[in-house]
């Protein structure tokens, strides 16, 4: 499986923003494909995901408590496309988001994309 995100750029603060991520190449093995964002010096953090075959999404703490509702995952099963939509971006949302893929026949963030940039300005 290969993975090429993007959608990344200089957004102002409350803007939205969408980012895509497309997976190619991969087996018949069923596919989770999940966001990660990481801030330069700090640990990567998961955002959210789309299950094996895209039948459920769910979140991790940065799409929850104060962000919750700002961050939606979905999925276009046709054609493999994972989005992570985010609203009223705020400065603390730069970082670089990274997509990543889970095979069903060998779970585990295995796979990943180059990340794309997003720089927030207040």
């Known amino acids: 499986v290969q993975l090429q995100a993007s959608g990344g750029g200089l957004v102002q603060a409350g803007d939205s923003l969408k980012l895509s991520c497309t997976a190619s190449?991969?087996?018949?093995?069923?596919?989770?494909l999940g966001w990660w964002r990481q801030v330069p010096g700090k640990e990567r953090e998961f955002i959210g995901a789309?299950?094996?075959?895209?039948?459920?999404?769910?979140?991790?703490?940065v799409a929850k408590g104060r962000s919750k509702g700002r961050f939606t995952v979905s999925r276009d099963n046709s054609n493999d496309i994972v989005f992570l939509h985010m609203d009223e971006v705020r400065p603390e949302d730069t970082a670089v988001y990274f997509c990543?893929?889970?095979?069903?026949?060998?779970?585990?963030?295995?796979?990943w994309g180059q990340g794309t940039l997003v720089t927030v300005s207040s």
């Open positions: 190449g991969r087996t018949s093995s069923r596919v989770a």
């Open positions: 990543a893929a889970s095979l069903e026949e060998n779970p585990g963030w295995d796979t």
């Open positions: 789309s299950g094996w075959g895209g039948d459920s999404v769910y979140y991790g703490e």
